[in-house]
Every structure is written in structure tokens, then in C-alpha cells.
């Protein structure tokens, strides 16, 4: 059942663990069948927001609906109508993937979901294995087992804390093909926290930026990016030129030095790419690098902190973006 | 080829199971038998198990058996000729193996609190006190493991069993409402527990007293008077005194229906309260 199309709203949701502040009067709306990210850094709140809103914690103070229930009236139909993917990934490993399988269908309290189970296993390719104690699997078998316990009873929302930390980059990638699978041919809305800012503009219909328990920007990863309205471009030249040379650029919004390389701020990278090359023709540019809008950059410029920095203010945009640069390669 | 660019058709719908009763029973029915499948797939906890009322029988019972005769009748209170001090140790033996037992439903509970299991469980439409119901039957059957070893062990110590097939009903019963009453009472006060040496304290701090002040190891009539007041309501000494009529004595009378009764009562009243307990404090992580 979904709430005139919404598969979450929460209105002024907060949560209090004695005087810290998890969550502060947070709004939002998730709609049927869309993948929603909450996107911020360790501590800012994500996990806590699932934990409200699946009904493990109670909530202090604002109200929730998820799959058209009120999550303080109603938990447990809630509860019958989600599924959950924890960041670090949480089996009983003393049992098969298919006692696994059959513990969650007597916690559910289903009575017909051996066939669902197998077709599970079948799409998760693991069927061989469903006998093997789930201790014995590996990293991504283990994702793929938890992903397929929390379909089993057929929910309409997915809740995936973290799903990727930690996993290297091959599993990352097979489980952003899962969940937009999952998606998109069980029409299951997902919530799922990261702070890993490419997984959010990879997997993500909507956003929200969370700070200190606070929402402060949502959108589509578009309009988010939209908002920066700036680009950055890495310069290094052979010759030195002084910044006013590079200020008389029409277009350039900021400029910031380190020995020969330049970070420029820009209203558009591709209309003052020509103009930069014209006015350096004669200082011998050797190394360009252009940045476009990301989320990691609207989170610095809502909070002005890297999404992996917690508390800390941001000094260097460069020294930033040549670690992003780097952790890139 | 990845998982997600495969057709796999699924059902539409899925039905469940008709009705709140059936589907709490169906949880509590799941989350026993993990823990029954949790502990026989585990060698050390059933070695453990096994191993330890044994011990109390070789060490303690074997060294008491070489105190002089003379001796032993003080303490036994003239028993029945053949009494031997192994034959009137061992109900007691099994009822505070019960009352241990309380210890490891704990451990149980809290395993599942730091690995994050209990969240698995209570993010569905699972009831705090179903998971608490599943715990303490799970550690109370997970007792009722030493017995068989333990009768077999004191028959090789040369001790001869009495008593009839319903009689041993009887015990047996007694023996489960002590370990589910103790096991109850464990879990209730480690609820809102998460430090693995919760369970372990409580358990240093309960048993010992409980055990000596029970009747378990010798006859209450030599205690002194403030342990005998403690000695007449311990339910373990009536799980001992009952066990004993039974297996030693060979007798079952209208004194050990009331045993049976009060430890029924007992069983009763820590599961009711540890229910309401769980209800509000068992803590998910």
C-alpha cells in the first residue's frame, strides 16, 4: 500500500539519544519505486534515520509513514513491508544460506515462499552453495544472500545502510548492478545511505545531503550538481604568469596557487577553456585538468567540508581535488 | 554476465500465514529451532555441557565417597541401606546443572546484540517477547542435553537408578521448569545487557550461594538456620529433593507433586516477568 505514491514521508523526524541530537526535524519524501540516497559523512545521521524509520528505534519526536503505515502506530505492519541490507553484513553464520532463507520466512511469517526462495537463489547464482553454512562465502556471495533475505517477503522498500563499504571495487560494481535490478525489476524502493559520492550519483533518483542530523539540500543528483554553478580547472604551465593574467579570463570566478599549478573557479569550463588557451598561447600550458560539478563539491559548498571529512573546515580546494584526482586513478 | 541483466520471473504475490496467534507462534517456532541447531552444531558448548555435571561427579562425588561410612550416614541422615553418596549426589548435580544453563541463553542473547543479529530479528514483525520466549525454551531444552549422559556416567560409577517410567516424567518436567525459570530469570536481567561478562558475573555471583544453600550437595537439616531459610524456598533444592525421591529413593508422593507444582510456579513467574521485562528493555545492539 503506498501513500499517494510515496513509499516514505516523514515530517519534523527527530531523534534524541540523551542530549546529542541523531536527527533534527528532518522532512522528506521518498516516491513509489525510486532509488532515494542519503548522502553525508560518518555520523551524520543515516543509519539513524533507518532505524526510525523501520521501526528498531523509537522516534523522539515528528512523524513517519513508510509503505502507507505510520511508523510509531503501526510498526509492525511496517515491518512486514520492508526489507533491510546492513552495512556490514549480518547472517547467522552457523546456518546454510537455505536455513538462512528459511529462518526469514518464519520470522516474516510466511507460508508459501519456497519457490520465491529458490528463484532467489537462482537470480543471485546461488543456488549451488545454498546448502553450505553462509560462513564459508565470500564477501559478494554474502551481500548477494543478505540482498536476497531482505526480497523474500516481497517488501516494498529496501533499506541498505552502506551497502558497498568496504568491498573492493569489482564487488562494489556487481552490487550497483544488483540494486538497480532490484529496482527496476521488482519495482522495490530503495533507501540506501552512502558517503561514497559516486555510488549516490550512480545509483540515486533523489538525494538528500545530511549534516549533523539535518537535511541541507535534496534534489536529483542533477539539480544538486546545478547548484554548484561553477567548474574547476587544474592548470600547470612551464612558465610563470601572474593570477591577474588569469583573473582577466572573461568567465574565470576565482583563482588559487600552489608553485606552477593553478586551480581555477569557473562559471562554465567549456566556455573559458578557448578563452584560457588564447591568453596562455605563449606561457607553455602543460597539464589540464577539468573538474565538473559533483555532489562531493555541492557538499562543500553547502557545508563547506569534504563528505569524509567530519568537523573539519575545508582550506584547500586543490589539495582536495587532486586527492579526488587521485583516489580516481 | 551480471545478475542484473537476467530475466529470473517471480511470483507475484506471496501469501502468509492467516492470523497474529499463528504467526507469532511461526517466529517463536523459527527462533528455537536456530537455537537447537545453533548448539548442536557447536562441539565445545555440547562437550562443555556434558563434561562439567560429569566432572562434579568424578571429583567431588569420588571424594566424598572415601569419607568413612560413619561419616556418611551423618550427613545422608540414614538413607535407605545402599545409599551411596554418588546415588544422592546426583539430582543434585542435574538441578544445578539447570540453573547454570540460565548463563549461556544469556551469552546467546547477547552474541546476538553485538553481531548485529538481534537487529536481523526485530526488523521484522518479530515481538521482543517471542525472541525472549525462543531464548529461554532454547536454554532450558539445551540443559535437559547432560541428562541421559549423566545417568549413563552414574551408573558407571556403580550408582542403581529407581523409579518408574512416569515417575521419570515427573523429574524430568520438574528439571525443565527449573532450567526455563533460571534461564528466564538470566535473560531478564541481562535484557538491556551488551558486555560479554554480564552473564558470566550474575552467574558467579547466583550460583554459588543457590547451589550450597539448595540441599544439592548435602542435607539441608545440617544448615545453619539463615541457609535453611534460604534452602526452603531455592527451587533448586526442591528440583534435588525431587529428583532424588525419584532416581535414589524410588518413591513419588504427594510432597513431590507439590516440588513439581512449585517449580511449575516458579517457571511461570520468572517467564511472566521476564516477558514484561524483555518486552521494554531487550535492546537491539
Redesign the interface.
Known amino acids: 500500500m503506498s501513500n499517494n505514491g510515496l513509499a516514505i514521508s516523514a515530517h519534523g523526524l527527530t531523534k534524541n539519544y540523551g542530549k546529542l541530537v541523531a536527527v533534527d526535524h528532518v522532512d522528506m519524501t521518498v516516491p513509489s519505486g525510486s532509488v532515494f540516497g542519503l548522502l553525508g559523512p560518518n555520523g551524520a545521521g543515516k543509519t539513524t534515520i533507518i532505524k526510525v524509520l523501520?521501526?528498531?528505534?523509537d522516534i523522539t519526536d515528528g512523524t513517519a509513514t513508510v509503505a502507507g503505515f505510520d511508523v510509531r502506530r503501526e510498526p509492525?505492519?511496517v515491518?512486514?513491508r520492508?526489507g533491510?541490507v546492513?552495512a556490514?553484513v549480518?547472517?547467522?553464520d552457523?546456518?546454510s544460506g537455505w536455513?538462512n532463507l528459511?529462518?526469514?520466512?518464519?520470522?516474516?511469517?510466511?507460508?508459501?515462499?519456497k519457490?520465491?526462495a529458490e528463484?532467489?537463489l537462482?537470480?543471485?547464482?546461488l543456488t549451488d552453495r545454498r546448502k553450505d553454512k553462509v560462513g564459508t562465502y565470500s564477501t559478494g556471495m554474502r551481500k548477494?544472500m543478505e540482498i536476497a533475505?531482505a526480497l523474500l517477503?516481497?517488501p516494498e522498500v529496501i533499506f541498505m545502510d552502506e551497502p558497498t563499504i568496504g568491498l573492493d571495487p569489482n564487488v562494489r560494481r556487481?552490487l550497483w548492478?544488483?540494486i538497480?535490478?532490484?529496482n527496476?525489476?521488482?519495482g522495490v524502493t530503495v533507501l540506501l545511505t552512502s558517503h561514497y559520492i559516486e555510488e549516490a550519483d550512480a545509483l540515486c533518483d533523489h538525494v538528500a545531503i545530511i549534516d549533523r542530523g539535518k537535511f541541507v539540500a535534496t534534489g536529483t543528483p542533477s539539480e544538486l550538481k546545478a547548484r554548484v554553478k561553477a567548474d574547476y580547472i587544474e592548470l600547470e604551465t612551464s612558465e610563470s604568469i601572474t593570477p591577474g593574467k588569469l583573473e582577466a579570463i572573461p568567465g574565470v570566478l576565482t583563482v588559487r596557487s600552489q608553485g606552477n599549478t593553478w586551480i581555477l573557479r569557473v562559471s562554465s569550463a567549456e566556455e573559458v577553456l578557448p578563452r584560457m588557451f588564447h591568453a596562455l598561447r605563449t606561457d607553455g600550458i602543460r597539464r589540464i585538468n577539468v573538474e565538473k560539478p559533483s555532489l562531493e563539491s555541492v557538499f562543500i559548498d553547502i557545508t563547506g567540508k569534504k563528505i569524509d571529512q567530519e568537523g573539519g573546515e575545508v582550506q584547500d580546494y586543490r589539495k582536495f581535488y587532486v586527492n579526488l584526482r587521485r583516489a580516481r586513478r | 554476465m551480471?545478475?542484473?541483466?537476467?530475466?529470473?520471473?517471480?511470483?507475484a504475490?506471496?501469501?502468509?500465514?492467516?492470523g497474529e496467534r499463528?504467526?507469532q507462534v511461526?517466529?517463536f517456532?523459527?527462533?528455537f529451532?536456530?537455537e537447537m541447531?545453533?548448539t548442536f552444531?557447536?562441539p565445545w558448548v555440547i562437550a562443555i555441557t556434558l563434561i562439567q555435571p560429569f566432572m562434579w561427579l568424578a571429583f567431588f562425588g569420588g571424594m566424598m565417597s572415601q569419607l568413612p561410612s560413619a561419616e556418611l550416614d551423618t550427613f545422608l541422615l540414614h538413607a535407605p541401606a545402599g545409599t551411596t553418596y554418588l546415588s544422592f549426589l546426583l539430582p543434585g548435580v542435574l538441578a544445578t546443572g539447570m540453573m547454570a544453563i540460565g548463563m549461556f541463553g544469556s551469552m546467546s542473547t547477547i552474541q546476538d546484540k553485538r553481531?548485529?543479529?538481534m537487529?536481523?530479528?526485530?526488523?521484522?514483525?518479530?515481538?521482543k517477547a517471542t525472541v525472549y520466549l525462543s531464548k529461554a525454551l532454547g536454554a532450558a531444552m539445551r540443559g535437559l542435553v547432560q541428562i541421559p549422559v549423566m545417568l549413563v556416567a552414574a551408573m558407571a560409577f556403580g550408582v542403581k537408578l529407581q523409579g518408574s517410567p512416569l515417575e521419570w516424567c515427573g523429574w524430568i518436567l520438574g528439571l525443565v521448569f527449573l532450567g526455563l525459570g533460571f534461564a528466564a530469570f538470566f535473560l531478564a536481567i541481562t535484557a538491556s545487557s551488551t558486555d560479554w561478562q554480564t552473564p558470566g558475573v550474575i552467574s558467579n555471583f547466583i550460583t554459588m550461594p543457590l547451589m550450597f544453600a539448595s540441599g544439592a550437595m548435602f542435607p539441608s537439616s545440617i544448615y545453619p538456620p539463615w541457609m535453611r531459610a534460604i534452602a526452603d524456598v531455592n527451587p533448586v533444592g526442591f528440583s534435588a529433593l525431587l529428583s532424588r525421591d525419584v532416581l535414589t529413593y524410588g518413591v513419588f508422593t504427594s510432597t513431590d507433586l507439590l516440588y513439581l507444582g512449585y517449580l511449575a510456579l516458579f517457571a511461570l513467574a520468572m517467564v511472566l516477568i521476564g516477558t514484561l521485562v524483555a518486552s521494554r528493555y531487550l535492546k537491539?545492539e
Open positions: 523501520t521501526g528498531l528505534s509492525m505492519s515491518k512486514q520492508v533491510w546492513a556490514e549480518i547472517l547467522d552457523d546456518l536455513e528459511w529462518l526469514q520466512a518464519q520470522l516474516q511469517r510466511l507460508s508459501d515462499w519457490g520465491r528463484q532467489l537462482a537470480y543471485f547464482e548477494k533475505l517477503h516481497q556487481m548492478d544488483l538497480t535490478g532490484v527496476r525489476q521488482f | 551480471s545478475a542484473a541483466t537476467k530475466t529470473v520471473s517471480l511470483p504475490t506471496l501469501s502468509q500465514a492467516n499463528s504467526g511461526q517466529q517456532y523459527g527462533l529451532a536456530r541447531i545453533k552444531r557447536n553481531f548485529g543479529f537487529k536481523r530479528i526485530l526488523i521484522t514483525p518479530t515481538s537491539v
